[in-house]
């Protein structure tokens, strides 16, 4: 016991001088570090005064050169919501009936293929005498009977359509969302676009709310979206269809009407309308999705909630889809697993036509979660 006690008392007696040394040891430093900074103080006070006028009339300089380049050069050229857009793209057709229409149609495999495409693609080129169509495939792969291209502009007129070509895709011809997005807006020429599914119908009043919602946003980052109705195409109602009919979108309401129909789940969107003179987005930030699966389109509302105004139309008025059979939506399919990983990879995102910022109700834009609103025209 005699002997423990003397070993501790001496490890006591050690730690103590050497935690006071160590103390001694940090202050020691600082005063050298304190020493130098005096030493180098006196040594700039001692540089001539040339030099010091040098120095401030740099930096002065280097100042006023970035503030030209911030305000002259990236507010011309540059889209504080897409910074890597250019403000220079050639926009030939500025006003909303000049509107183009941008999709990845399927090619013609089967009967009811062809009567849902002429079905879309009529609606969008009925909506206006000056809309536009994009449509990323070969005409030959479209249609290589070459009736349905004849018929659309015979009708039409053949500058209103244009076949450029396919986008890029996987390795079985599954085209990339972000592709998609990225050419649509490098080839459009028209400053108002719409992203749109190839088997969606437009309404008689649609592009009367864009116009309205335009107007109403002013120069906001707006991208809009809307809730579609789904209904049973029979072959007695689309032959009653007159395609050159001056009032070929209000038939398709009509029809769709008597047509067995239901609301769609607010959680499919299928249209992404905005302006791409000021995108209100940055292409490069969409993740390459799968096209035709899962999970893409709510990432990319859920995303566009956190950067731009994100309007929904719910169903005032409503866009119209064919019911035909979908894609496999379950996680176990390889390219639905694809979209579900890059968008739990991507901040897992998610948005639908229930949480956008603002929403049509009654003829009334309202912002939600506030209250506020403005009124719009009525349809």
Known sequence: MNI???FINKSIFLVLPNQKNEKKYQNQIKRAHYNEILLLM????RLPIRYWLIYFVSIISICIINVFLFVFIKSENRNAFCPRCSNQKEIIYNEVEEITFITVPRPFLKKNAYKRNKLAISSWLSSSNRSRVILFVNRSEFDPSGEFPNEIEKRYGAERIQ???PIRSNHNGVPYIDDWFRKGIDFSQSKYVCFINGDILLSSKWLDRVKHVFSAMNEKPVVMIG???DFTLTDDEYDRIDFSS????????EMVNRSKHSDHSPYGVDTFTFRVDKPPFDVEMIPPFIMGRYNW????VGWLNTIADTVTFNTNPPIYHVDHQRNNFDVSDNLVAINHHLKKANKDYFGSNYDTKFEISRNRLIRRGIGTFTTLPNL
Do not use: A, E, T, V
């Open 4 to 6: 423990l006690g003397i």
């Open 42 to 45: 006196k040594k700039l006070l």
């Open 163 to 165: 076949y450029l070509g």
């Open 227 to 229: 809730q579609r109705i």
């Open 246 to 253: 001056h009032h070929l979108l209000s038939d398709i309401d």
């Open 297 to 300: 389109d709510n990432w990319l």
